[in-house]
């Protein structure tokens, strides 16, 4: 399911015991304003864009073109850990409240799986963990077919503002 906002309630899905989730979203944003505070940036650059949000999960797509891949012709890894990225990072700022915390990255992995050389990657991100301290989330990123192209895992340090 598609929606515009986090936290919004129409998108509560069931979750298999179907008891409704609780969204664990900090603030309201827009897929528009997610875009847009992307631009300059190489999330614009590379033409990420952010498609959905759920209860507990963001979602981000990106091309496979001449900005996205090396040489022979297929998806740069580099690339898919920058989706990858962008959308932990992303939905870490969406979880902490902003104007107490920020939130930096401290690790990132991935493993790359198959090649994709054109059409749209689409990124998926879920926490793990969501402490106070750190954040974990597993990024899982697809093709066009539905298919498993990568698979990663961000780390992402939680500090409180010194403002």
């Given at each position: 399911m598609l929606c515009g906002t986090f936290g919004a309630k129409p998108c509560l899905d069931p979750n298999p015991s179907g008891d409704i989730m609780t969204p664990i979203w900090h603030s309201t944003t827009s897929l528009?304003?997610?875009t847009q505070v992307h631009q300059n940036t190489a999330v614009a650059h590379l033409g990420i864009e952010f498609v959905g949000t759920g209860p507990d999960w963001i979602k981000a797509r990106m091309p496979v073109d001449h900005r996205t891949v090396q040489p022979m012709g297929i998806l740069h890894g580099g690339a898919s850990v920058l989706?990858?990225?962008t959308?932990?990072?992303t939905a870490s700022m969406a979880v902490v409240d902003f104007?107490?915390?920020t939130i930096v990255g401290q690790e990132?992995?991935?493993n790359h799986l198959r090649p994709a050389s054109s059409g749209w990657v689409t990124g998926e991100a879920r926490p793990i963990?969501?402490?106070?301290?750190?954040h974990v989330w597993s990024i899982e990123i697809r093709n066009d077919a539905g298919k498993l192209i990568c698979i990663s895992r961000l780390t992402v340090a939680v500090m409180m503002r010194e403002d």
């Open positions: 528009e304003t997610l989706l990858a990225e959308l932990g990072s104007s107490k915390q990132i992995n991935a963990h969501l402490g106070r301290r750190s």
